[in-house]
């Protein structure tokens, strides 16, 4: 019985959407605890300042009014450092070994 091409693309080891979200996700949680560390404990310094530097973007609120709900979201903000993207291209390299 010949395989469909779903199953043919899981047989050659293709991942889907999922598994790359999962391994971005990863890298920022790798990147967030490497940037708590640093900061709690790095002596004071350029060092200290350099990595544990981060910028926090910003979006909201949002204001949704559907007649019979009223809901509002925000603002959220997204704090990105130097560490977060380090984790994320480590966790790029280790993806990409894996193929």
Same mark, same amino acid.
């Not at 779903?6 to 490497?34: D, E, T």
């Given at each position: ?14 991942? *889907? +959407? ?6 971005? /996700?990863?890298?920022?949680?790798? #990147?967030?605890?490497?940037?708590? %560390? !640093? ?5 004071? *310094? +350029? ?6 530097? /981060?910028?926090?973007?910003?979006? #909201?609120?949002?204001?949704?009014? %559907? !007649? ?5 979201? *925000? ?25």
């Amino acid at each position: 019985m010949p395989w469909s091409g779903a199953a043919r693309a899981v047989a050659r080891g293709h991942r *889907g +959407a999922l598994f790359y979200v999962g391994f971005l /996700a990863g890298g920022f949680v790798l #990147g967030g605890l490497l940037h708590a %560390l !640093l900061r709690r404990f790095l002596p004071q *310094g +350029a060092a200290k300042e350099f990595f544990t530097t /981060a910028v926090t973007p910003t979006f #909201g609120p949002v204001h949704l009014d %559907l !007649l019979v709900v009223s809901i509002t979201l *925000g603002p959220i903000g997204f704090d990105v450092s130097l560490l977060a993207v380090v984790g994320v291209a480590i966790a790029y390299f280790v993806a990409r070994s894996i193929f």
